[in-house]
């Protein structure tokens, strides 16, 4: 393991980070194949990492950084966010619970292959080569993760599906800020592909869609990046930046500390969920359009009263002078003199005792895509967040978010929601496989 | 019997194989000559059909020129591969607008597909004359050269994927007829121009690449059922008409398709 993240001085974090197989320990009880699990991972993480949404290092990863794509979740939720990645919207080609099975291994194989990585078998020059060749002879893991999720419309629209979608799936509804565009929208299935290098997030998109193409019709894809961060004289390490210049993710919950994750962002056992997707998470996409132009001509404090935060250092407003991880005191600003009561960072999470489960594990990646009709820029945010409960995570938050003063600088234009599938447990399993079974057990008592 | 072969074979300047894909070189020759026939029957068709097309437009014949349109393009589109060996001919025939820096109103636009425009979008025949004359003798020219050409047989066999390319490309997305909607007329010419080529050299495969063409033969079959439940008289219905889901299903038979049959020059040991 090339990529040692014990090095990486996030200053907020690195107390709290536990090694994987202890986090497996605690969970005992919370998925219903733990003791499986544990025997399960050929190779280890080197942590798992206390915020997903700490910046990447510069200089501290390698082409051989290598996040198992086996375990209890799976990986690209919890695990480091790097520097890369992308959500691909996929139709399903699947008409029975084989087709379906038949997707879902394939689908493992070659998540298995990229992110241990190898060299592609070779074939006769004659024929077309097995792999694109894009990252060279010998394929490198590069911290890739792909990370599988199903929409409503892979349950909706199939009868023997249908009984099996997870309790809170829906498809994803307009919001009154959103201007969605039908061609980036929803899908039967998400991957979302992160890794170090754009070029590993690419190759492995294009192998999927070359080794699938009888399963998989490609419907969207939005890539992105955050950009990766030079630890400070004192070895702290900012969050990234957005495209509204101010850093993202300052506030995510610890990804470290299992009991958080377990209420937070894993469907649990007695959440009323489908036995199936214990283990499995909600995963929300929106495709957020920045205007960049009108924000730039933005006086700076107002940019700063829109957001909640200092925009340099991150700081909350009533503490102008602390740090991105310093929590503002709301309890002492009722009237929203400090920190407006509008604010994105206020509303999106007022620290209330009511609000707390509605706390998201958020993942997202900036994206610059070219030039619009006006010509303006089109950039924004690639947002990706987590929940165990959609309605009680992503869908409260934006539902808070109405209308707050942000609005006339970004516009929702498209994403969906889907449901990622619990982890695997060890090389004879796959990635959808308590899906399988559960349907598998539905026909054996109706027939 | 055997010198006549060899002379084929000589002017077809077919490629040797390699010990990979044992495969007879000699095989090639009789499917090329077969396909060659195909193809000179399907110019002869194209000739005929854009005559009485030329004519409905420039006697102002509206709805029948509309009506003939989507018919007289499926025998250039089932023989795609080697109508694209000219180039010249193939955009003058069959570019679309996006071609164009000025799209529609590019005076440069030329073909099936100006013509398409003026018939649809500016519901009218005026103005097609010129370009329509144009269409017969770019045709006229098409058919002589075809009879000219030695068909190299990587282009023959490499067509069947071309083929499905194309229709990966542009048919599934309905942009190549935007105006009048016939996509699904180019969609089941191409898939039976492919499968065509996919038949005359079965007979070499047949023994050694059973689950290959078992899975060939399926994807067209889908290809084919799927198509037929959008069957209106003679032709198709609108490309708005097919739904999400069949969309879904043809798209991946395409696709696999295409993948399937870029395998097809290599497996009969052509470079």
Request: negative net charge; contains cysteine.
């Amino acid at each position: 393991m090339a990529n040692d993240k014990t090095k990486s001085p996030s200053s907020s974090s690195n107390l709290k980070r536990r090694s994987f197989l202890g986090g497996i320990g605690l969970l005992a009880g919370a998925c219903p194949f733990t003791t499986l699990a544990l025997a399960a991972p050929a190779v280890l993480p080197a942590e798992a990492n206390g915020h997903v949404t700490d910046a990447p290092l510069a200089n501290a990863t390698s082409p051989d950084d290598r996040v198992p794509f086996q375990g209890l979740h799976q990986a690209g939720i919890a695990t480091p966010r790097p520097a890369n990645g992308m959500v691909a919207s996929f139709g399903v080609i699947a008409d029975t619970p084989d087709d379906l099975e038949h997707l879902f291994r394939r689908l493992t194989a070659r998540i298995g292959f990229l992110t241990v990585g190898g060299e592609p078998p070779l074939a006769d020059p004659r024929l077309p080569p097995s792999d694109s060749g894009i990252v060279g002879p010998i394929v490198r893991p590069n911290g890739l993760t792909i990370t599988i999720g199903l929409g409503a419309s892979l349950f909706d629209d199939r009868a023997w599906l249908i009984d099996h979608k997870p309790m809170r799936l829906s498809r994803m509804t307009r919001f009154p800020n959103d201007a969605l565009d039908a061609a980036l929208c929803h899908g039967d299935l998400s991957l979302q592909i992160c890794a170090n290098t754009q070029d590993t997030t690419i190759h492995a998109l294009r192998d999927i869609i070359k080794s699938l193409s009888d399963r998989l019709v490609l419907k969207w894809k939005q890539e992105g990046n955050v950009p990766v961060i030079t630890p400070g004289l004192d070895q702290s390490v900012e969050s990234s930046r957005n495209f509204l210049g101010f850093r993202d993710g300052s506030a995510n919950p610890d990804a470290g500390d299992d009991h958080v994750m377990d209420q937070l962002v894993w469907v649990g056992a007695r959440s009323g969920e489908p036995e199936w997707a214990e283990c499995g998470s909600y995963q929300s996409v929106r495709i957020v359009r920045n205007f960049v132009e009108r924000w730039d001509r933005t006086p700076l404090r107002e940019q700063e009263l829109i957001m909640g935060r200092v925009r340099n250092s991150g700081a909350p407003l009533d503490q102008p002078d602390a740090s991105e991880f310093d929590v503002p005191d709301y309890a002492a600003d009722m009237e929203g003199l400090s920190t407006p009561l509008d604010s994105h960072i206020r509303l999106a999470n007022p620290r209330t005792a009511e609000t707390a489960e509605s706390i998201i594990l958020r993942r997202p990646f900036n994206y610059s895509n070219g030039v619009t009709k006006a010509g303006q820029l089109d950039q924004g945010l690639l947002f990706i967040c987590y929940q165990a409960d959609l309605e009680k995570g992503f869908i409260a938050v934006q539902r808070r978010l109405d209308g707050e003063p942000l609005e006339e600088y970004i516009k929702p234009v498209g994403g969906g929601y889907f449901f990622a599938l619990p982890g695997m447990r060890g090389d004879a399993d796959y990635l959808g496989s308590t899906l399988i079974a559960a349907l598998r057990k539905a026909q054996t008592q109706t027939s | 019997m055997k010198l006549q072969h060899m002379l084929a074979m000589a002017t077809l300047g077919l490629v040797i194989s390699g010990p990979a894909f044992a495969q007879s070189e000699l095989d090639l020759v009789e499917p090329i000559v077969e396909y060659k026939l195909y193809v000179t029957e399907r110019t002869t068709q194209l000739i005929e059909g854009v005559t009485a097309f030329v004519d409905a437009i420039k006697s102002g014949e509206l709805e029948k020129a509309k009506a003939l349109y989507p018919a007289v393009r499926v025998p250039y589109e089932e023989i795609e591969p080697i109508a694209e060996l000219f180039s010249d001919l193939d955009v003058s025939i069959d570019s679309r607008a996006d071609d164009y820096e000025l799209a529609e109103v590019d005076p440069e636009f030329p073909g099936f597909h100006r013509i398409e425009y003026g018939l649809w979008s500016r519901n009218s025949t005026e103005d097609l004359d010129e370009v329509a004359d144009k269409l017969l003798a770019d045709v006229t020219e098409l058919h002589s050269r075809i009879e000219a050409l030695t068909f190299p047989p990587e282009k023959v066999v490499g067509g069947a994927a071309v083929l499905m390319e194309e229709v990966a490309l542009t048919k599934i997305s309905g942009e190549e007829n935007r105006y009048s909607r016939t996509d699904l007329w180019d969609f089941k010419a191409n898939s039976e121009g492919a499968y065509t080529i996919v038949n005359l050299v079965r007979p070499l495969i047949a023994d050694t690449e059973v689950d290959f063409l078992t899975e060939v033969d399926a994807n067209f079959d889908k290809v084919f059922t799927t198509l037929a439940k959008y069957e209106k008289g003679d032709g198709y219905v609108s490309y708005l008409e097919l739904t999400e889901a069949d969309r879904n299903a043809l798209s991946a038979a395409i696709n696999t398709l295409a993948e399937d049959l870029s395998t097809l020059r290599g497996k009969l040991g052509l470079d």
